[in-house]
T-cell receptor
Framework: GNSVTQMEGPVTLSEEAFLTINCTYT??????LFWYVQYPGEGLQLLLK?????DKGSNKGFEATYRKETTSFHLEKGSVQVSDSAVYFCALGAAYNTNAGKSTFGDGTTLTVKP | DAGVIQSPRHEVTEMGQEVTLRCKPI?????LFWYRQTMMRGLELLIYFNNNVPIDDSGMPEDRFSAKMPNASFSTLKIQPSEPRDSAVYFC?????????????FGSGTRLTVV
């Protein structure tokens, strides 16, 4: 079945450091891939997505590229801010509506950015 | 759009009492998901609906949990009787489905405390 493996946390960085959070997946078909962010006390928010191989999703300075050959979707940001401190979830979508849009989530990676 | 609306935001109840959590999905979304989040177990999918029909309830922990979706704009998750181990944050999410998954919109969650 589908599965997502995320880099274990927590990750602690200084402000303006480069961020990478690794995500790899196992899936049948060609699902969409997502990154969600959860700020303290809030629900998950869709951060970015990519719907096919070689697509690059981007938002708020974050980027991730759908790599079919390495089954990866690593999240990157060139210069993190304190306000980026949150939990980040990688998720695998359903392919061709086979599961009525059911996604598979990773375990989440906690990022703390220190000033 | 007001997004996915959950109520109540916080619920404190005594063990053995019935608890009902409510969710209003985004208009036009045809899939609805109930999740539970705890520190120990992370994010767990409890049940999801497509076009108001329950598709997979294998994540419902036991018979004390039940969920309904009487129409496209409303869903409930009921716990009867509640137990302290049910304490968690419960999230509702909706998505537009379709042949290509475009991701979920989550509500702000209901923090349930059973004492």
């Amino acid at each position: 079945g589908n599965s997502v493996t995320q880099m274990e946390g927590p990750v602690t960085l200084s402000e303006e450091a480069f961020l990478t959070i690794n995500c790899t997946y196992t899936a049948t078909g060609y699902p969409s891939l997502f990154w969600y962010v959860q700020y303290p006390g809030e629900g998950l928010q869709l951060l970015l997505k990519a719907t096919k191989a070689d697509d690059k999703g981007s938002n708020k300075g974050f980027e991730a590229t759908y790599r079919k050959e390495t089954t990866s979707f690593h999240l990157e940001k060139g210069s993190v801010q304190v306000s980026d401190s949150a939990v980040y979830f990688c998720a695998l979508g359903a392919a061709y509506n086979t599961n009525a849009g059911k996604s598979t989530f990773g375990d989440g990676t906690t990022l703390t950015v220190k000033p | 759009d007001a997004g996915v609306i959950q109520s109540p935001r916080h619920e404190v109840t005594e063990m053995g009492q019935e608890v009902t959590l409510r969710c209003k999905p985004i208009s036009g979304h045809n899939s609805l998901f109930w999740y539970r989040q705890t520190m120990m177990r992370g994010l767990e999918l409890l049940i999801y609906f497509n076009n108001n029909v329950p598709i997979d309830d294998s994540g419902m922990p036991e018979d004390r949990f039940s969920a309904k979706m009487p129409n496209a704009s409303f869903s409930t998750l009921k716990i009867q009787p509640s137990e302290p181990r049910d304490s968690a944050v419960y999230f509702c999410a909706s998505s537009s489905g379709g042949w290509r998954d475009y991701g979920y919109t989550f509500g702000s969650g209901t923090r349930l405390t059973v004492v």
